[in-house]
């Protein structure tokens, strides 16, 4: 078994410690937060060791492997900390605030060469794999992305997810994700514009973020993508069409789904997905083995993913074209 400590005991993080639960190949063997209302809960539900300080918990539990669900402006020394020791990372999404902040985390990984994940868990969804063959070695002209989502609909939603200055909005807590899944089966983006709306919640002081949006992005090797998001739908909508002269595939994220047509063949895949499950599984495959092979979001690339949302947020405040990589400087506040 792969013994693995989890630092931060939020909502999030309390997630990834019921799903370890699941999982035969970890043995979670210390949490650290340094809220005691967090580590109280976890303790009454896991019965598992707890700590306010995180380098004493690494020293008593002698983890192989980290979860780290904090916010993005601490992970530089935690990573530092524990890579220094020849413990490797999982690191949850977003990997950093800044590029260059992103940078120094790289250049620790590097190092040290510690196993390094990052919390792109659409990367392991079966059909998202099984859209990503189809695919392979085709000449795809258009691709339309959705995810609508009821968020500033839910009353009990924590609040600062809507202080765009805090969070970053959709773009930073979802949009990331359908960009990152984006880059692995289409490729690089050059380019991006877009537009914002809050047709209905009208921003605020308790409401900064747009409650909808639309994007369009230019990629490096020919695609063109517009994206329609959306926090203020009652449902959960999660789906890419990717259109050529011989092709029309719908890859469905929220049931597991591959269907459409290519070169005239009817194409119907279906697989249920444990996408949080699947992706520690493959970190702690990649610790057993000692190989980065099953990891399929390094910290590294993930930062590819940082840097379109950081143009996207640019384009959306300033309603230009944004050249992704343009943006170094930007910063996004995330708890």
Not at 6 to 31: F, K, P, R, S, Y
Request: charged share 25%; proline share 3%.
């Amino acid at each position: 078994m792969v013994r693995v400590a989890v630092v931060g005991a939020g909502w999030h993080g309390q997630g990834h410690i019921n799903t370890i639960t699941q999982i035969d190949q970890i043995e979670l063997v210390g949490v650290c937060d340094l809220n005691e209302n967090h580590l109280t809960k976890v303790l009454k539900k896991f019965n598992v060791p707890v700590y306010k300080n995180y380098v004493e918990m690494l020293e008593a539990t002698k983890p192989e492997g980290v979860i780290l669900v904090t916010p993005p402006e601490v992970r530089l020394e935690l990573v530092r900390e524990a890579a220094e020791r020849g413990i490797h990372c999982f690191i949850e999404k977003p990997p950093a605030r800044t590029l260059e902040e992103a940078q120094k985390v790289t250049e620790v990984i590097n190092k040290t060469g510690i196993i390094n994940s990052v919390g792109f868990m659409y990367r392991y969804s079966k059909a998202a794999e099984k859209c990503r063959e189809l695919l392979a070695g085709r000449s795809i002209t258009n691709v339309q992305s959705t995810m609508l989502d009821g968020i500033a609909l839910r009353e009990n939603w924590p609040k600062w997810f809507f202080n765009k200055g805090i969070s970053g909005g959709p773009i930073f807590d979802q949009t990331i994700h359908i960009f990152d899944l984006s880059r692995y089966l289409l490729g690089e983006v050059e380019m991006v514009c877009g537009f914002q709306g809050n047709k209905h919640i009208q921003k605020s002081h308790d409401f900064t973020i747009e409650d909808s949006f639309s994007l369009a992005l230019n990629y490096k090797n020919g695609p063109l993508q517009t994206h329609t998001h959306s926090w203020v739908y009652s449902g959960f909508v999660c789906q890419f069409t990717f259109v050529s002269s011989d092709m029309h595939l719908t890859l469905d994220l929220a049931e597991g789904s591959v269907r459409g047509h290519i070169d005239g063949d009817s194409i119907s895949y279906v697989e249920e997905d444990e996408l949080y499950k699947q992706e520690l599984e493959a970190f702690s495959k990649a610790i057993q083995e000692k190989s980065q092979e099953p990891i399929r979001s390094s910290y590294q690339d993930s930062v590819e993913s940082l840097s379109i949302s950081l143009a996207m947020l640019e384009a959306l405040e300033t309603n230009k074209i944004v050249n992704v990589g343009d943006n170094k400087e930007q910063v996004i506040h995330i708890p």
